[in-house]
C-alpha cells in the first residue's frame, strides 16, 4: 500500500492538486529532467493523483519537489490527465496557496522552479497572488485552419508556458449554458491543428485552444474559454492563457507596458494581467487569487483494479 499527502486548492474554481509527499524520487539536475523522469519512469503515480477514481479531467497536479536553486522556495512539476505540463499559472497560484496555508511562506516574493524555468510569485497582503511567468510570445499571426464542420477558423499561435491557438472565431457566446458545444468546436480545431500540420516552435504540438471575445461584465476586457491537453475546459480565465493573450496584444499595438488587462473566465472569476516587453516578446503578471478545500491521504492498494487509476 501506498500513501500520498496532499493539498486540494482551486483558483477560479480550476482544482490543483498538491502533492506534498509519497512519490517515488525522481532523478535529474533540473526540473525538466525531473519531469523527464515522471514521464518515462512513473507515469502511473501520475494517473493515480489526477484520473479517475481519486480525480478528474479538470484536476492539474502539482509536485512539490525541493529546488535546484537556493533562491527558490520549492520546485515543482504540474501534471494532468493526460501528462505532464510545462508550466501552470493556476496551479502556481494554488501552489502559492497551499504553501501559505502550511505556514512555509509568508506576504511578499518568492520564487518557483518550474519545468520552462524559474517563476516568481508575490503573496500580497490582501491575500491575491501574483505570477511573474515566463517570457511569452506570438510565434505566428492570423493563422489559417480548415475546421470540418465550421470552416475557415483564424488565430495567432502564442507560447505563455504552454502552446495556445487563440482566436475570436466563436459559434456561440462564452457563457456556461454553452460549455458542450465550446468543448465541441474546440476539440474540433485542436484536431483540424494537428491534422494541418500547425504546430509551435520547433514542431511543438499546439495543446491549448483558447476563444477570446469581448467581455460583457463591466469593467472586463475579455472573456476566454480554454480547452486543455485532456480536452476539458479551464473552469479559470487560464494563467497561461492570459499570458499568451498579453503576447499577442502588445504585438497588435493593443496594450501598453503596464497596462492592466482583466480576462474572465465562463464562471465569472477574473485574473487581472499586465507587462514589460522584452526582446522577442512580454514578461507578464498575472494576479488572481485561490483557497484551499482539502488536506487528505490518497491511498493506493495492490488488490484495487483501479489503483492506478483509470488511463485517459
Known amino acids: 500500500m501506498h500513501s500520498i499527502d496532499i493539498i486540494d486548492t482551486h483558483t477560479g474554481g480550476e482544482p490543483t492538486r498538491v502533492v506534498l509527499g509519497g512519490f517515488p524520487f525522481l532523478y535529474g539536475s533540473s526540473m525538466a529532467e525531473k519531469r523527464a523522469d515522471l514521464a518515462s519512469q512513473h507515469d502511473r503515480w501520475r494517473q493515480a493523483i489526477v484520473c479517475e477514481p481519486r480525480g478528474s479531467d479538470t484536476i492539474v497536479g502539482a509536485l512539490l519537489l525541493p529546488p535546484q536553486d537556493r533562491c527558490a522556495c520549492t520546485g515543482v512539476i504540474f501534471f494532468n490527465n493526460v501528462g505532464c505540463l510545462g508550466m501552470c499559472g493556476h496551479g502556481t497560484i494554488g501552489v502559492v496557496r497551499a504553501l501559505a496555508h502550511l505556514g512555509r511562506i509568508q506576504s511578499g516574493r518568492h520564487r518557483i522552479e518550474t519545468p520552462v524555468g524559474p517563476v516568481d510569485v508575490d503573496l500580497l497582503p490582501d491575500g491575491r497572488i501574483s505570477v511573474h511567468n515566463v517570457e511569452s510570445y506570438r510565434y505566428r499571426a492570423d493563422v489559417t485552419v480548415d475546421v470540418p464542420g465550421h470552416g475557415l477558423v483564424h488565430g495567432d499561435v502564442a507560447w505563455g508556458g ?17 460549455r458542450e458545444a465550446l468543448c465541441e468546436y474546440t476539440t474540433a480545431i485542436r484536431h483540424a491543428l494537428s491534422r494541418q500540420g500547425i504546430r509551435g516552435a520547433e514542431g511543438a504540438e499546439i495543446d491549448h485552444v483558447e476563444l477570446s471575445t469581448s467581455s460583457p461584465t463591466d469593467g472586463v476586457d475579455s472573456r476566454n474559454f480554454v480547452l486543455c491537453p485532456g480536452l476539458a475546459w479551464d473552469r479559470s480565465p487560464c494563467g497561461t492563457g492570459t499570458s499568451a493573450k498579453l503576447a499577442c496584444l502588445v504585438a497588435d499595438g493593443k496594450l501598453g507596458t503596464g497596462d ?10 477574473v485574473f487581472e494581467g499586465s507587462c514589460q516587453p522584452t526582446r522577442h516578446g512580454v514578461l507578464p503578471l498575472v494576479t488572481g ?10 491511498i493506493v492498494q495492490d488488490e484495487d483494479p483501479f489503483a492506478w487509476g483509470i488511463p485517459t
Open 260 to 269: 492592466v488587462w482583466k480576462q474572465e473566465g465562463i464562471l465569472g472569476s
Open 289 to 298: 487569487n485561490a483557497h484551499v478545500i482539502a488536506r487528505s491521504t490518497l
Open 162 to 178: 504552454n502552446w495556445f491557438f487563440i482566436t475570436g472565431d466563436t459559434p456561440l457566446p462564452l457563457t456556461l449554458a454553452n
